[in-house]
């Protein structure tokens, strides 16, 4: 499944246009697209290594203006279900979440922002739970950043068995990647007012 998607952005990678579906692809992956960016930076970067930093950069700024996007959503879609939330039972769940993100806000924009836990899923709940702006963008940029330029580097320097490397492990690295998020889920399900 994902080796097709992945195969799939390759091909937008080749097009004249890439830069702009690079652009692109990181906004909407920062908001609600499921494929990471990564997939097309990698072969942009090995097919043009010295334009690699160039890509990364690319991707970092677009992907925190999607950050941006999915903020505001949060924020702005909230005000519409606020009262029937705080009505529900569903309410002492989401002020133990509004405790534990004033308390790690930052830090979990920038883990989420690095790592494969779905970076979207943190920008709509920053909006939605308020978390002041100025650190949600400061842990964008450098979670984003670092990512972004990581993958750029090594396949800089790594070449072509390197993208061939990532291209092997793409299903894997998906299903691990939906694999953490469900554990993600449970474990805040279950616990979560104890984290």
């Not at 930076?41 to 290594?49: G, I």
């Amino acid at each position: 499944m994902f080796r097709r998607l992945y195969d799939r952005v390759l091909t937008w990678a080749a097009h004249p246009r890439a830069p702009v579906y690079l652009g692109t692809l990181s906004f909407a992956e920062s908001s609600f697209f499921p494929i990471p960016p990564d997939v097309m930076l990698a072969p942009m970067s090995l097919a043009k290594p010295r334009r690699a930093l160039h890509y990364a950069a690319l991707c970092t700024v677009t992907s925190v203006l999607g950050g941006l996007f999915g903020y505001l959503v949060g924020k702005l879609a909230f005000a519409s279900i606020e009262g029937w939330l705080m009505a529900s039972h569903w309410a002492p769940a989401f002020e133990d979440a509004v405790q534990a993100f004033e308390r790690y806000g930052f830090w979990a924009i920038l883990l989420a922002g690095f790592s494969p836990i779905p970076y979207k899923v943190f920008t709509i709940s920053a909006g939605v739970l308020g978390m002041p702006l100025l650190p949600f963008l400061l842990g964008s940029v450098i979670g984003r950043g670092a990512r972004f330029f990581l993958v750029a580097g090594l396949i800089r320097i790594g070449g072509q068995p390197f993208a061939d490397k990532l291209r092997a492990w793409i299903d894997i690295l998906g299903w691990l990647a939906i694999g953490l998020v469900a554990v993600g889920l449970l474990l805040w399900h279950f616990f979560g007012g104890a984290l």
